[in-house]
Antibody
């Protein structure tokens, strides 16, 4: 059974940092690209970042570029999102989603991790 | 433009057929994928590619595409289909990896 579990969310002050983790099981993690997708309260889905299976290709949405860093540890089946210089508008549920390689087909999602940026 | 446009809200009578659309230039080059999201839950994939359903998705869900418009059709809508529906696709402009539509709130009357 495929499992995707995010952790690391919480309350952080504007300008602060937070690191999200996503632990996966039930499939060969090293064969799949992964994404972070976020959803602000009451809003729609917004793709944030992509990382290929080998970490050789990485993309970011303009809204997070230069502040967020995606990475992965294939030996430990872990995906990460390092978030720096956080802003109020980064407040959202952050979902980790598996991606059929370079297809944009997000076939498995975690339950999400809430990040709240507020003073 | 790399945007995908969806109607904010659509309603359907119980047991009737409803079509939810998604428009954008990227859909001329890539298929749309469709996700269902119920309140307080993570999205789930319901249609991908030309017209494929993941295991466990009822066959009343189907997808189609023409030009710059993709459609999700629910034939015989059920009360449990009431949810938000999002489309996404690769971004043909190359500016981003993927783009999502703004979502459509489906109400089953």
């Amino acid at each position: 059974e495929v499992q995707v579990v995010e952790s690391g969310g919480g309350l952080v002050q504007p300008g602060g940092s937070l690191r999200l983790s996503c632990a996966v099981s039930g499939f060969s993690f090293s064969r799949y690209s992964m994404n972070w997708v976020r959803q602000a309260p009451g809003k729609g889905l917004e793709w944030a970042s992509y990382i290929s299976s080998s970490s050789s290709t990485i993309y970011y949405a303009d809204s997070v570029k230069g502040r967020f860093t995606i990475s992965r540890d294939n030996a430990k089946n872990l995906l990460f999102l390092q978030m720096n210089s956080l802003r109020a508008e980064d407040t959202a549920i952050y979902y980790c989603a598996r991606d059929e390689p370079s297809s944009s087909i997000f076939d498995y999602w975690g339950q999400g991790s809430l990040v709240t940026v507020s003073s | 433009s790399s945007e995908l446009t969806q109607d904010p809200a659509v309603s359907v009578a119980l047991g009737q057929t409803v079509r939810i659309t998604c428009q954008g230039d990227s859909l001329r080059s890539y298929y749309a994928n469709w996700y269902q999201q119920k309140p307080g839950q993570a999205p789930i994939l319901v249609i991908y590619g030309k017209n494929n359903r993941p295991s466990g998705i009822p066959d009343r869900f189907s997808g189609s595409s023409s030009g710059n418009t993709a459609s999700l059709t629910i034939t015989g809508a059920q009360a449990e289909d009431e949810a938000d529906y999002y489309c996404n696709s690769r971004d043909s402009s190359g500016h981003h990896y993927v783009v999502f539509g703004g979502g459509t709130k489906l109400t089953v009357l």
